[in-house]
């Protein structure tokens, strides 16, 4: 039996050196909200997607010493051919084709490829701070 009961996912954080920036992309490319949130000693920007993903974007610490993304640590990885089996976020859209147009027309490298059961196409790409982003289609819009 696992120790937490009724568990789901509430959010994830993403912090960054421009916050404001960041929630335009998440809001331009992914339809995100900005919802309330409380107020910390650092800036912060809480964005929703309905009816409850959360993503919450923190100013970075200065004095913190972790990798802003997964290209800018020691070991750069610019390339979205790697996402697959590296960090990032999978969202779900019922409009793939329009939304990898989007994705040109905004000048964002991408890869695609089909899962091996050729049921699911999938694009990666990375956000302005270098995070991994992973869309895949969805036939039914209703999911």
Known sequence: MAAA???CLNHVSRESLD????????QEI???EQVESPTFVFDTIWLKIPPSFYLHLIERNPENRLPEGP??????????SHLPRGHHI????????SFIQTLKE??????????P?????QVFFFDPDGNGLEVASREDPQQ
């Open 5 to 7: 009961e009724g568990a």
């Open 19 to 26: 916050i404001k920036r960041l929630a335009k992309f998440y």
């Open 30 to 32: 992914f339809g995100f």
């Open 71 to 80: 290209w800018s640590a020691a070991s750069a990885v610019k390339d979205p």
């Open 90 to 97: 999978c969202f779900s859209v019922a409009n793939f084709d």
């Open 106 to 115: 905004k000048g964002i490298e991408t890869h695609h490829r089909t899962t």
């Open 117 to 121: 059961n050729g049921k699911t196409r």
